[in-house]
């Protein structure tokens, strides 16, 4: 298998201009890897890098689009505190797509950004939430219909402890080895879903087999162990960038990580052939999604 991650030596958030080889790369699945782009925290930000910053009951620590926080314990300095530094890696990000992919810009929706304080190690989830499982990520309360999850990463961790991925194989690969397990598309399964309010509108054929893909590299222990993949130790002080809807990954170990998510609308890609929307309806023959849901 070639390697499914790309390095690049830059270090400046807002001054790192694309390159047409980079953007086929993160739109072929792979993950751009930034060894020496690290989010500097200041000494006060040093000292939200704890565990028992996030309140108990939050997985993680959430900066909403319009500024709000959730998740952070502590008292009203702490929450201005987290709010602050999230708010700055949210804006350095945006700085950084924006160099890499100008064409999308204009174009992405902003979602929330999250600070994730917690050892991936010691997490209890079940076997589908568990992230320790290769995936690709798929909603299975909101449909997208074909649009892409853009993420940037950045590990802060302050003890220099990387955080480590496994990294597997390209899509198309996952696809044809999964697409034939996977349960037919019920139209009135999809209206029913949606009546009972399981999802938030009517999931569509392409969400239906997405999730198919997740749940069944995740429910397959000798895919798990076997598929082709990469380990890789994302060190501490880095960043990286994928679409984690088309990149194979699986987060193994590490603590303290910011991350920011921008949803591109499908078709919006620099080449829209190569993702999973455009794979998916060439492998199944159809259109995955009604003209109205694009």
Known sequence: MQSPI????ANDWRNTPGRTEWTAAVESGKVLYFPQLAFT?????KTLLRPDVRDPKSRNISLNVDGAIKGVAGDAATQAAVAAMVTRFR??????????FPDYMPLVRMAPTSYRPSQVETRAQSWRADD??????????????????LRVFSNVNPDGQPRVWRVGEPFEDVARKFLPR??????????ALAML??????????DHLMLQLHDGMKGDMDYQRNAPQETMPFAAGSSWVCFSDQAV????????????????????????????????????????VAAAQR
């Open 6 to 9: 790309v390095s690049i030596d």
């Open 41 to 45: 925290l200041s000494e006060q930000e």
């Open 91 to 100: 804006a350095q990000a945006t700085a950084l797509i924006a160099g890499l």
């Open 132 to 149: 320790k499982r290769m995936h690709v990520d798929a909603f299975p309360s909101r449909p997208n219909y074909g649009e892409r999850i």
């Open 182 to 191: 996977a349960k037919p598309y019920v139209a009135w399964q999809a209206k």
């Open 197 to 206: 309010h399981v999802t938030k509108s009517l999931r569509s054929e392409y």
């Open 249 to 288: 990954h699986a987060v193994m170990s590490g603590q303290y990580m910011l991350e920011q998510t921008f949803f591109l609308p499908p078709g919006k890609e620099y080449n829209p052939e190569a993702s999973p929307l455009a794979i998916l309806t060439r492998m199944q023959g159809h259109p995955l």
